[in-house]
């Protein structure tokens, strides 16, 4: 593997051990079941929007650098089609 998506699954290892991490402290928390489950739903509404914030922002990257890709392509098949042509 390249090492830029060696640090992407090391962040993406990190926020899942986080979120595993918190829901364990959670759970281990001395708080009533009331607040414990509170605090649970707010907790994991969090992780679901930054996870969905990730997932976009990875996939806004993901197409820009398609479109980048899909451009030069075009930009060398269009140069090198003119250079045949004036052959």
Same mark, same amino acid.
């Given at each position: 593997?390249?090492?830029? &998506? &060696? +640090?992407?699954?090391?962040?993406?290892?990190?926020?899942? $051990? $986080? !979120?595993?991490?918190? !829901? +364990?402290?959670?759970?281990? !928390?001395?708080?009533? $079941?009331?607040?414990?489950? &509170?605090? /649970?739903?707010?907790?994991? =509404?969090?992780?679901?929007?930054? $996870?969905? #914030? /990730?997932?976009?922002?990875?996939? #806004?990257?993901?197409? %820009?650098?398609? %479109?980048?890709? +899909? &451009?030069?392509? =075009?930009? !060398?098949? =269009?140069? =090198?089609?003119?250079? +045949?042509?004036?052959?």
């Amino acid at each position: 593997m390249t090492t830029v &998506k &060696k +640090i992407k699954w090391l962040l993406v290892s990190f926020i899942f $051990g $986080g !979120a595993i991490g918190s !829901a +364990i402290a959670l759970l281990y !928390a001395p708080e009533s $079941g009331k607040h414990l489950r &509170k605090d /649970i739903n707010r907790k994991t =509404n969090e992780l679901f929007e930054d $996870g969905k #914030q /990730i997932t976009l922002d990875l996939w #806004q990257s993901t197409k %820009e650098k398609a %479109e980048n890709v +899909i &451009k030069s392509a =075009n930009d !060398a098949l =269009n140069t =090198n089609v003119e250079k +045949i042509m004036h052959k």
